[in-house]
């Protein structure tokens, strides 16, 4: 057999997290090899589209804590790309006034010192055309909130890391691993080594983990994604500045829905519910049910009879705790000793999604 190709680190996943991980690893002159099974580009996972959110209103703090460092890394890959990923809109949160959800956002804005702006009944409309605040529901302002170009930001960060000398391959489905001094990453096409794995497979984490013994508590789902027809013509697009928004239940009415202004087609805007169906990754397409559909056509409450234009296929969501799990078979991480690490990111806030937002840089620890 052949003497396997050797890297400092190995990067399993081409989706946000693993495009941005081995983006930021051949930055730091680590040797790093990128496999993705599909050839790329490719709308199997989570990371395709056009758009995503990205914002510091979340009720947990740790999320919050993490966006300064979040926006500081999306404005330096556009600088170094000469490349727009961000567009500030601000994210309008509403939710009933007096609920867990609102409350603890409001409180982590505050605790972070945030830039926020509270609205009330008299000053939303103001803000907000068309729409009353009713008596019960609390809204706010998360200011540096904002659109990423999703598809353009992976593209990028792809670009930037081969750029820097990584190497990039798609369309090799990683078959096998064995962990050891060196960890083995075997291909239909080839088998690798590299000191550290990081595995960024998101909705196929599972799959790729039983070859190290490992199972994380992952729920994947189908979530569809449409684009709904303004109620008034023109009043909802990003150039008229209307924001990002996200809506939030109560901890009994766990109804979370999330919208981006007309943006990517004019006049639609991309309004979803923020769960979906179980799905298995590789037989998404049998999973047709589209109650989250419905659910949004009965609860959406800034378009009475919202018209679904487009429903793109839908996009995979995970939904667990965001994971960084460094696996040395038992034994203390120490920087620079052989690892396996786990990144996941997940569809987890109460508010919604945040895995392109948060595509956190865990290489600090390789
Ligand atoms: C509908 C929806 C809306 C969202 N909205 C937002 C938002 O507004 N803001 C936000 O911040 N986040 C949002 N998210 C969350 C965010 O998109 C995801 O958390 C993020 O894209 C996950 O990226 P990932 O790289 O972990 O996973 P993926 O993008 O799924 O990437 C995993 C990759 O691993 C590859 N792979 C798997 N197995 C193998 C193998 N054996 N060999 C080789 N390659 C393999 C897959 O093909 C895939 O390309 C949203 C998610 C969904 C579903």
Not at 32 to 58: C, D, M, N
Not at 140 to 163: E, H, M, S
Not at 328 to 345: N, R, W
Request: positive net charge; glycine residues 8%; contains cysteine.
């Amino acid at each position: 057999m052949a003497t396997p190709e050797r890297f400092d680190c190995i990067v399993i996943g081409a989706g946000v997290q693993g495009s941005f991980t081995a983006y930021q690893l051949a930055k730091k002159n680590k040797r790093t090899l990128l496999l993705e099974q599909f050839v790329l580009p490719h709308t199997r996972g989570s990371s395709h589209g056009q758009t995503r959110i990205i914002r510091k209103a979340y009720e947990q703090d740790f999320y919050t804590i993490m966006m300064d460092e979040c926006y500081q890394l999306w404005a330096q890959l556009e600088k170094e790309a000469g490349v727009k990923l961000y567009r500030q809109t601000g994210l309008l949160v509403t939710g009933p006034e007096k609920g867990d959800n609102f409350q603890q956002i409001k409180n982590t804005l505050e605790r972070n010192k945030a830039p926020m702006v509270v609205l009330n009944r008299d000053n939303f409309s103001q803000h907000i055309p068309h729409f009353n605040l009713d008596e019960e529901t609390g809204a706010l302002v998360d200011i540096t909130a904002g659109v990423l170009y999703a598809d353009r930001a992976l593209k990028t960060a792809q670009g930037q890391f081969q750029k820097l000398g990584g190497v990039l391959r798609d369309k090799e489905k990683v078959t096998d691993i064995k962990p050891g001094p060196f960890v083995t990453v075997s291909t239909a096409a080839s088998v690798y080594q590299a000191k550290s794995l990081v595995i960024t497979a998101g909705p196929w984490a599972n799959t790729l983990l039983a070859h190290t013994g490992l199972q994380l508590p992952l729920q994947v789902q189908k979530i569809n994604v449409c684009y709904w027809k303004e109620k008034v013509e023109g009043s909802y697009d990003v150039k008229r500045r209307f924001p990002c928004f996200v809506t939030v239940g109560t901890a009994e009415a766990n109804v979370h829905i999330y919208g981006l202004p007309s943006n990517e087609y004019p006049g639609l805007m991309k309004i979803c519910y923020h769960t979906g169906s179980d799905t298995d990754p590789d037989r998404r397409d049998l999973q047709t049910d589209k109650s989250d559909i419905e659910i949004l056509r009965a609860t959406f409450p800034l378009s009475p009879r919202p018209r679904p234009r487009a429903c793109c296929g839908g996009e995979l969501s995970v939904h667990g705790m965001m994971f960084l799990n460094i696996h040395q078979h038992g034994k203390k991480h120490e920087e620079g000793t052989p690892s396996i690490l786990i990144i996941m990111s997940t569809n987890t806030s109460c508010s919604g999604c945040n895995g392109v937002s948060h595509h956190y840089c865990m290489f600090y620890f390789l």
